[in-house]
Each structure stands twice: as C-alpha cells, then as structure tokens.
C-alpha cells in the first residue's frame, strides 16, 4: 500500500515555487537550480538525490544547507535502508550492471549521517496552496519506481490517480524526461531531473516551476531549462573512477547507459517539451 502523504502548507501571498528532480551528485546542476531559484520561498525536490554522479555528500550538503524539502525516491530509500542495489526497476543486463557501479560507489561514499537523514524522507507529500493542491511524489503516487512516460500514459489514469489524491495537480520524477500534460480534473508533470540531460543531445538539464497567479483556480506547471558547466562534475568522476560513458553523456546530452527502458517514443535524440504550460 502507497504511504499517506504528508501535508505541507504553502503560504498564501506566495505565487510560484521550484521542483527539480533527481539531482544523481550531479553537483554543478544542483548549485545552477539553487542559484536560479534562490528568491523563491519554497523548493523541493522528488528524491534520488544521489548515483550516478560524483562525491554524494556534496549535493545532499547542497540540498541540506539550503532548506530545499526532499521526498524520498528509490535511490534515497535504498541508501538509507543498506539495500544492496538502487531498486531502479531496470531490466536490461547492461542498465542493470551500469546501475550497481553507481549504486555501489554511491553507498560506499554516502556518509552515515546523511544515509540516516534519508531514510526519514517521506515518499509522498502533499501541498495545500491557497484553495489548491498537489501531490508530490516520485515514480507514480502507488509506485516509488514507477516509470510514468509520456507516450504510454493515458488521460484517465491521470485523472483517476488525481481523483483518488483529490488533488489538482501530481509533479513526479524517477524517469529523466520531463513532460506535462493538463486532463479533466488537473494536469501531470514531470519536472524532469538535475543529474543528467534529458537525451536531446544538449548539456542541459531541466526543473519545474508551479506559478499560482491571482484569479487563477490552480497552480500551473512549467518546465524550465537550466544551463549549467559540467566540467567540473565530469571532472570529479573521473577523479572518483566512474565510468567514462557517465562523463561521456554529461557532456554530449545523450543517454550512454540506462536508456534501454525508453520507451520507442522518448527514445529517439530530440529536443523535449520545453515551454511545458498545459496546453489542454
Ligand atoms: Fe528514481
């Protein structure tokens, strides 16, 4: 059975709040995102805080220090819990074998503080906001490693999730690509990932807005490009003997390991839907 969400109040003067999604210890994205939102009174972020990239307590120091409110993905529940592998729900034996080198390094290198604070992540959170409201969670509101693409997601499985929340709105992560998509009854978005590109083959990443504008009944979504220098991270896993096809996909934008799961839709190299307003 999924977790009651927790709830959280957003106050009612505030009109617009950030979400990233998975930040993998890609650390340069992370200070990008932080900087980029730093006048914002709320920001979250839907979990896998780490693999994938170098150093993890840089980014969970990052993330930590600034206030940003963490829900807790797959990658943070196994990290906190000592399980042996990410529980990432690949399936194809080199994404599998790609994903224990991340995972392994990651744990080995997650200091026992922060593995304590991440089990205490809640995997579900729900914001109130004026006479709105929103779930947040990770792969899917049932499912923590839920893969919830675009292409093979029907409008009534929005709307019924929605309607099971009563919420007006769902912000999900866990698969790297973000989308949004507006249903009867509210809309979905995926505020796409911080720790690596989105397979456009273009360096940059992505995060979502929520804007709340006055006479408008709900909040509305946004995905929102985010240039950063991954130099520096790239730099870093190599220091730290991560695999050069990790480095290799910061750079060039596209997805060297873990892409066997895309689906034949999100597969091909393109750019991604990047004004992101529900459009209807
Ligand atoms: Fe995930």
Redesign the pocket.
Known sequence: MPAEPIDFEISPGCDRIALCG?PYSNFGAVEAFLAQTASLPHRFCL??IGGFGPQPNRTLDLLRQAGVVCLQ???DYAVGAGERD?G?GYSDPRDRQFAQISYDYTYAHTAPGHRAWLHTLPPLIRLHWRDGSILLC??SPDQ??EFVWESTTADPWITACLERYGVDGICA??TGIPWVRAVPGGFWCNVGVLGRPAHEGQPHVYFAELEFPAGCAAPVPRIVPLVYNPEPVVAAMAEAGLPQEFQDSLLSGVWTTCAEVLPEAERAVRPRQVRGETSG
């Open positions: 998975g979990g896998d993905g797959n990658y990410c990432c990770h792969g923590v490693n992560t866990h």
